[in-house]
């Protein structure tokens, strides 16, 4: 079966972000990028699953400026067979994100759809549940486990108070919680191997959908600051603060 | 205005958050309608119908709605949304999972996260992990919101609003609910406690944490972990504080071997009173608490145990 992937370019992580002095975003110029650590989980799994002779192919698509290419790159690296990039420098939102998304499913009919379940960079949280609800499938949010058995799959759900369990029928789309599996690094044969695999690139425009922002950002702050705080010598001064000046306990 | 809001519920009860969201539902303004649905959760509707400032509880009760399928929920709430100008709901693992199946489906792009609402179509949502704010306005008919509930007060137990049958939708049929597994425990919820025990990768083994838990226990608290503890298999899952994890605030936060990766912070720095207590002196935790503790945990947990009895 094929098997759909999506891919977005984010900050990395491990970068601290700043807001730009003119409030109209975070500084993203000369800033580590890297992929979504969710959406690498969502590589990972297609990978696994085309390694235990489940699925046949995997595609990868990302939306963005040019250098996502690199991220459909790594994502190659990692195991997917091709990559199409939407090529766009606008500010892309998750409902036209999903629409995007859902026209070139239109095109590749995939019978599974594995997207992370949050970006890192909005944490909006929106997509996959987005995509699922335009096409009219099911959809398995936060999942840690998926079992593809004929046309059903088995998945289990990261929920509040612990885990659920459903069965949805396929075509479906799943998005990713952190421990369904722990991605690989990619070696350099696997770079080289990726750079030879076939990449395309299309125009929001090519696929008919209206990527307008519906959101306006109005501006973007700093979070309010927490004033500095004490070191304490010992628990015993530590539980002297609490009940005396804090006076939580 | 009329707002409709999505309660999160056991069947018996409203789960926290909920009456948080009925406060930012108020402070948008307008009728406020609360959407009850579940299998036998008549409770739930009588619960919700004490919350102050709500006009009417609709409770839609049919076997197909239990476990909250984002599918059958989507469905329902489409029978009645053309009625609202805003519809709201939690942003937890349950509003999460559904919102944006809601929101596409109306094609509104779906505001997540708020944690202020400034006026009817702008409000403040928490970017890059909490280390950015922004103010978002939307231009869509219907606003599709999920609330933070830190940022809201809880909006108290002082109505009595009529409690309305809803006819139930259709049952999609696209996902079979096969259960769920809970853990199980006598401590507060982690979004609900007042205090908040949380351990990081300094714990070192699951079996560590009993020196937490029986913190925690002194102190009427909640055990929390960072993802680094989850990540090691010390603790579930549905213990993680953090980016991905929950999203806390409560009065008093104690951070015990947890460095403060950035992703961690994102779930806990609203708390109104934190300490660290951590072993490494350069440990970024410190930079967000108010009282910190360079100490061996193994030292100091049960020291602090001892000291509160």
């Known amino acids: ?249 | 205005m009329s707002v409709l809001v999505i309660a999160e519920h056991d069947g018996k009860q409203l789960k926290p958050g909920t009456t948080n969201t009925v406060t930012a539902a108020a402070k948008i303004g307008g009728d406020i309608t609360i959407l009850v649905a579940g299998h036998q959760c008549a409770d739930a509707a009588q619960a919700a119908a004490k919350v102050t400032g709500v006009r009417k509880v609709l409770l839609a009760d049919a076997p197909h709605y239990a476990g909250a399928g984002a599918e059958n929920i989507t469905a329902l709430v489409l029978t009645i949304a053309g009625q609202y100008t805003h519809i709201l709901a939690p942003a937890t693992g349950f509003g999460k999972n559904f919102m944006p199946r809601i929101a596409a489906s109306l094609d509104v792009q779906q505001v997540s996260d708020i944690s202020a609402v400034v006026s009817d179509d702008t409000f403040v949502r928490p970017i890059y992990a909490g280390n950015a704010m922004a103010t978002v306005q939307s231009s869509d008919r219907i606003k599709v919101v999920t609330v933070r509930a830190t940022g809201f007060d809880d909006a108290g137990a002082g109505g009595s609003a009529p409690v309305e049958n809803l006819a139930a939708g259709p049952d999609t049929g696209l996902a079979k609910f096969n259960g769920q597994e809970l853990s199980k425990s006598d401590r507060p919820e982690l979004t609900a406690a007042r205090i908040i025990v949380s351990g990081g990768r300094g714990m070192g083994s699951g079996e560590n944490f009993k020196l937490l838990e029986a913190l925690a226990d002194k102190l009427g608290a909640a055990v929390g972990a960072s993802r680094a503890a989850v990540d090691s298999g010390f603790v579930p899952n549905d213990y993680q504080v953090g980016q991905t994890g929950k999203i806390v605030a409560p009065e008093l936060y104690i951070a015990v071997g947890i460095s403060g990766a950035i992703q961690h912070l994102a779930g806990m720095k609203d708390s109104k009173v934190i300490i660290a207590i951590n072993k490494d002196p350069e440990a970024p935790i410190f930079a967000v608490a108010d009282y910190w503790l360079v100490e061996d945990l193994f030292k100091a947990v049960p020291e602090l145990t001892q000291a509160l009895a």
Do not use: H
């Open chain 1, 1 to 249: 079966m094929k098997v759909l992937v999506t891919v977005k370019r984010v900050i990395d992580p491990y970068v601290k972000v700043r807001v730009k002095s003119d409030g109209s975003g975070v500084e993203t110029a000369n800033v580590k990028m890297a992929m979504n650590p969710f959406c690498e989980i969502a590589v990972e799994q297609a990978v696994r699953m085309k390694e235990a002779g489940v699925v046949t192919e995997i595609v990868v698509v990302s939306i963005g400026v040019q250098q996502c290419q690199e991220t459909l790159r790594t994502a190659m690296a990692m195991g997917a067979d091709r990559g199409i990039l939407v090529e766009t420098a606008a500010e892309v939102q998750p409902l036209a994100v999903a629409k995007l998304v859902k026209a070139i499913i239109d095109k590749e009919q995939p019978k599974l759809v594995i997207m992370g379940k949050q970006a890192i960079d909005d944490d909006s949280n929106q997509a996959g549940q987005m995509v699922s609800a335009l096409l009219g499938w099911p959809q398995a949010a936060f999942t840690s486990a998926i079992t593809v058995s004929g046309d059903t799959a088995d998945v289990t759900r990261e929920i509040d108070g612990g885990m659920e369990k459903l069965t949805i029928t396929l075509p479906a789309v799943v998005t990713t919680d952190l421990r369904l599996n722990e991605p690989r690094y990619v070696t350099l044969p696997n770079i080289m191997k990726a750079k030879k695999k076939p990449l395309e690139v299309l125009k929001p425009e090519a696929l008919g959908v209206d990527v307008a922002p519906r959101l306006k950002i109005l501006k973007v702050e700093e979070p309010p600051k927490r004033s500095a705080g004490v070191k304490v010598a010992d628990v015993q001064e530590l539980v002297a603060k609490l009940k005396n000046e804090a006076r939580v306990i």
